[in-house]
């Protein structure tokens, strides 16, 4: 398949099931895929779309491994900044948006990650994605943020002076092309990436039902894992953490010892390669 076509059928939503039968037997009329109609218009949208410029695709050498391996894989992205911050060890960090009171003091427990050699992945959203790439450009850290819309376009509005800046030092990346606004689809799909970027999670604070949850069931099903730090169990901010350590996730008491495995890990990969 061309690289050109990659970004288009990212750009439409078309599933990664189509894309599998374009690679395998080359061009296919809409009307012979056996898929829904609703993903049949989405692959006709994307065969009429102009070629999208920039884009980087799995037909790159370097396109992230990991996120070509999970169970809806990723087959497009776009980015400002440095790409090969993927290819550096990392940890993902995320959390309510609309966090409680205790958060600072949370936050402040967390400080060795904010020190570590590694780089953070968050969601670029308001709460506790943004305080995480504020600390990690506070401690010149770099940091990734993963967005639900085109880098052409920033949402929150009110982050566009938090995304420039993370562009510069840091990452920023989408599968959507540059000017895409947000949906909550899109929202709910870059929640996969967001857990794919890292081989562990942490959840700072989460309620039951939330974005954050989504992005927990994602990390599951990748064999991710997931760290969460306690919460009283009756203020509902931590009622999802706390499910999630009722159910196997690790509690985070140590975030030193959180920052050794990472780079024993990383130690270990790099041994078997060579």
């Known amino acids: 398949m061309k690289k050109e076509l990659y970004p288009r059928?990212?750009?439409?939503?078309?599933?990664?099931?189509?894309?599998?039968?374009?690679?395998?037997?080359?061009?296919?009329?809409?009307r012979e895929l056996p898929v829904s109609a609703n993903e049949r218009r989405r692959?006709?949208?994307?065969l009429d779309m102009p070629d999208t410029p920039d884009?980087?695709?799995?037909?790159?050498?370097?396109?992230?491994?990991?996120?070509?391996?999970?169970?809806?894989?990723?087959?497009?992205?776009?980015y400002r900044g440095d790409r090969t911050l993927l290819q550096k060890p990392s940890i993902s960090i995320i959390g309510s948006r609309h966090p409680?009171?205790?958060?600072?003091?949370?936050?402040?427990?967390?400080?060795?990650?904010?020190?570590?050699?590694?780089?953070t992945v968050s969601g670029g959203a308001y709460g506790i994605d943004s305080y995480v790439h504020r600390l990690s450009l506070k401690h010149r850290q770099p940091?990734?943020?993963?967005?639900a819309n085109g880098i052409g376009h920033s949402y929150p509005r009110a982050h566009l002076p938090l995304f420039e800046r993370i562009s510069e030092t840091g990452l920023l990346?989408?599968?959507?092309?540059?000017?895409?606004?947000?949906?909550?689809h899109q929202f709910l799909a870059r929640n996969r990436i967001i857990s794919a970027l890292s081989g562990?999670?942490?959840?700072?604070e989460a309620k039951?039902?939330?974005?954050?949850?989504?992005?927990a069931g994602h990390a599951l099903a990748q064999g991710k894992d997931i760290y969460c730090l306690p919460g009283c169990p009756t203020n509902p901010c931590f009622s999802g953490t706390n499910q999630l350590i009722a159910e196997g996730a690790f509690p985070l008491l140590n975030p030193s010892e959180l920052v050794k495995s990472i780079l024993m890990s990383v130690d270990k990969q790099e041994d078997t390669t060579l």
């Open 173 to 184: 990346l989408s599968e959507y092309p540059m000017f895409t606004t947000p949906s909550k």
């Open 143 to 147: 940091t990734i943020a993963v967005l």
């Open 9 to 30: 059928l990212a750009a439409c939503g078309v599933s990664w099931k189509i894309v599998e039968l374009i690679e395998r037997f080359g061009w296919i009329e809409p």
């Open 43 to 46: 692959y006709e949208r994307a």
């Open 200 to 204: 562990v999670l942490v959840i700072l």
């Open 208 to 215: 039951r039902k939330s974005g954050t949850m989504n992005t």
């Open 100 to 119: 409680s009171q205790d958060v600072s003091s949370r936050l402040t427990f967390l400080k060795p990650l904010f020190e570590a050699p590694i780089a």
């Open 55 to 78: 884009a980087w695709t799995i037909a790159d050498e370097d396109f992230p491994e990991r996120l070509r391996t999970i169970p809806d894989p990723v087959y497009a992205l776009f």
